[in-house]
């Protein structure tokens, strides 16, 4: 099969920002589908040109490991403001321009909702090639910004993108979510369960085999923390994360337990606010580093001793969740600390950690104040037996492939 992705942010090798859909197309490739990402040349993570800069050219194509990404220039932008709302436009005009061009055809055109437009380009692909539409909604829009109480319900922007979502729903041969509970929601819309997908982010196991040289000046910072026990968070430093409260915490752990550390590997808006925190607090058990390519966060985690998965207290986390650093850190096997009033996660079912669901800063000192190297390793090993038989990519893809496969045999006949 030929299949299309649309992901306004998709990433490849060495970059920063999310794999997902580079991960999943390696797999489909070995079972011999041919698979193109369109995505923005500029990254979203590192707030950069990537692939075009000094270049007139409007796009650009390239090949790793076999996966065909489509690089289209789009306007940059620093912040969440209009220069931004451009930018989505941008890829949307671009990426429907180019696609319809294409002399190829594809068989499954992929549209992902990382904002509405993407998903809705994917759609009208889709129809104009004749092939069938998968729409990926990776955040509940419009019901996650309600959720996390950024808009109202009543406001325009928020009535426009739930209809274009229930368009979106209505509209496609498969209906794939992150979230296991997600399916209620999507029920709640009048929608039939029979469309749904389940398909949570993974790992890609291989990048834990291999061996990658980290830079000199981040090798030179972790030994400096040989003797340290580390808690590591990978990713974003935004509201949602909840960050600040580790700060929190992180000031009663500097007499609790000097042994502790804490390491933050990332970016995100709120990056500023907290090393000026940490510099005026004088908190200096705790490291920032830049983000850094995916291929590094093994190499990272392999030296620490915990994941810490911090959330905001939001109602939209009661469809579940699927955070790519939750597998990571399992995949590394280390123990996972989430401070979210979540039931039913996989770090309190398999045992693969701790969640504290109420008094995050008391819980995580009083949990680090005495920590147990061996209840550790013990939950550590849990973790990783948890996420290599249910979310390695390879069974992911697998699982992804047999489904398409049916759907296309069914418009044959």
């Not at 707030?47 to 220039?73: A, I, M, N, P, R």
């Not at 949307?92 to 055809?105: C, F, Q, V």
């Not at 979106?168 to 209906?175: A, D």
């Amino acid at each position: 099969m030929n299949i299309w992705i649309y992901n306004h942010y998709a990433v490849g090798p060495n970059s920063n920002g999310i794999t997902r859909h580079f991960d999943l197309a390696k797999y489909l490739i070995k079972k011999g589908h041919n698979v193109t990402i369109f995505a923005s040349s500029f990254n979203h993570q590192a707030l950069k040109e990537e692939h075009l800069k000094d270049s007139s050219e409007k796009y650009t194509e390239k090949d790793y490991e076999g996966v065909k990404f489509v690089w289209l220039k789009t306007f940059p932008y620093q912040n969440n403001n209009w220069r931004r709302v451009i930018n989505m436009l941008n890829y949307t005009i671009k990426a429907y321009l180019y696609g319809e061009k294409r002399k190829d055809n594809p068989d499954i055109v992929l549209g992902s909702l990382a904002h509405p437009l993407a998903a809705y380009v994917g759609y009208l692909i889709a129809k104009r090639k004749k092939a069938l539409f998968y729409f990926e909604e990776r955040d509940l829009w419009p019901q996650s910004l309600i959720d996390l109480g950024k808009m109202s319900p009543k406001n325009p922007a928020i009535i426009v993108l739930s209809r274009l979502e229930k368009y979106l729903y209505k509209n496609s041969q498969r209906i794939i979510l992150l979230f296991d509970k997600a399916i209620n929601y999507v029920e709640s819309r009048g929608i039939t369960k029979n469309k749904v997908v389940y398909l949570p982010n993974g790992v890609d196991f291989t990048r834990f085999d291999k061996i990658t040289e980290l830079p000199k000046d981040i090798t030179k910072k972790l030994s400096d923390l040989e003797d340290k026990i580390i808690v590591a968070y990978t990713g974003t430093l935004g509201l949602a994360n909840n960050i600040d409260t580790v700060l929190d915490a992180a000031k009663l752990i500097m007499n609790a337990n000097p042994q502790v550390h804490f390491i933050f590997v990332g970016g995100g808006p709120q990056k500023q606010h907290l090393i000026k925190r940490k510099e005026k607090e004088k908190i200096d058990n705790v490291t920032f580093f830049d983000p850094l390519p995916k291929e590094y966060i093994p190499v990272i985690l392999k030296k620490t001793n915990i994941g810490l998965l911090p959330l905001k207290e939001s109602p939209v986390f009661k469809w579940g969740i699927s955070p790519n650093k939750l597998y990571d850190y399992m995949a590394a096997s280390l123990p996972v600390l989430l401070m979210c009033d979540l039931d039913d996660t996989p770090v309190e079912k398999y045992k693969a950690g701790k969640v504290f669901k109420k008094e995050f800063v008391h819980n995580l000192v009083n949990f680090l104040r005495n920590v147990n190297l061996e209840e550790l390793h013990i939950m550590g090993e849990n973790g990783y037996k948890y996420v290599h038989e249910n979310h390695d990519w390879e069974l992911l893809a697998n699982n992804l492939e047999r489904i398409m496969l049916e759907d296309a045999e069914k418009l044959v006949k």
